[in-house]
């Protein structure tokens, strides 16, 4: 089962404007991660944001966490045509057993 | 250093028959994952390692999925009579502990016919 919920299901931008996209959990979470995937193959990892964080910055990536919400944000600035990709939000909780739990993704297209 | 490689990259299969996927993790990483995507889906945990051990196989959708790690390194994952609802990518991760930033090898496509 996945526990995460990432919203909207698909966003289109033209390059240079901001993408923005949503994860909502269900359950306590250690932390929350976020990954890239092109072409439906291998994942790269972005950003780790542990529960007692509530933003983090990597490069052009902003993430933010509301645990009492239960839902994550991430932010991508000013777009490029490489940022073309799915992105997944994953969690890890102890009740789940400390493994990562996908949510469905985020079909992400940049217009040149 | 060397990522996390899977092998093959593809494979192509007959309903019915047994197929074996290789995982290759980075070294040093004790902990080893698979897990498996169909198309327009997240990953889906299927078991987790822990050196030799599988610490977690309860995503392991039946008793025809089998995945060993003999000398806590190199991961095959078995799946026995193979059904064309098994055609999915099966993606391994490596790390170094449970709670850790995983690193994802490509993937391996598998078509049942």
């Known amino acids: 089962s996945q526990q995460g919920e990432e919203d909207p299901q698909a966003l289109s931008i033209q390059e240079g404007e901001n993408a923005t996209m949503n994860c909502s959990y269900k359950?306590?979470?250690?932390?929350l991660q976020w990954y890239r995937q092109n072409s439906g193959r291998g994942l790269v990892h972005l950003i780790l944001?542990?529960?007692?964080?509530r933003e983090k910055h990597s490069g052009r990536l902003r993430v933010t966490l509301d645990t009492s919400k239960k839902s994550s944000s991430l932010l991508i600035t000013a777009s490029r045509a490489a940022d073309t990709a799915s992105y997944f939000c994953a969690t890890v909780s102890r009740a789940a057993g400390n493994k990562l739990t996908f949510g469905g993704g985020t079909r992400v297209l940049v217009k040149p | 250093g060397a990522g996390v490689s899977q092998t093959p990259s593809n494979k192509v299969t007959e309903k019915g028959k047994y197929v074996e996927l290789r995982c290759d993790p980075i070294?040093?990483?004790?902990?080893l994952y698979w897990y498996r995507q169909s198309l327009g889906q997240g990953p889906e945990f299927l078991i987790y390692f822990q050196g030799t051990g599988a610490a977690d196989d309860s995503g392991l959708p039946n008793d025809r999925f089998f995945a060993v790690r003999p000398e806590g390194s190199v991961s095959t994952l078995k799946i026995q009579r193979t059904e064309r609802g098994d055609s999915a990518v099966y993606l391994c991760?490596?790390?170094?502990?449970?709670?850790?930033?995983?690193?994802f090898g490509p993937g391996t496509r598998l078509t049942v016919l």
């Open positions: 991760a490596s790390s170094f502990g449970p709670i850790n930033e995983q690193f």
């Open positions: 070294s040093g990483h004790t902990a």
């Open positions: 944001i542990r529960s007692n964080e």
């Open positions: 359950t306590s979470i250690n932390n």
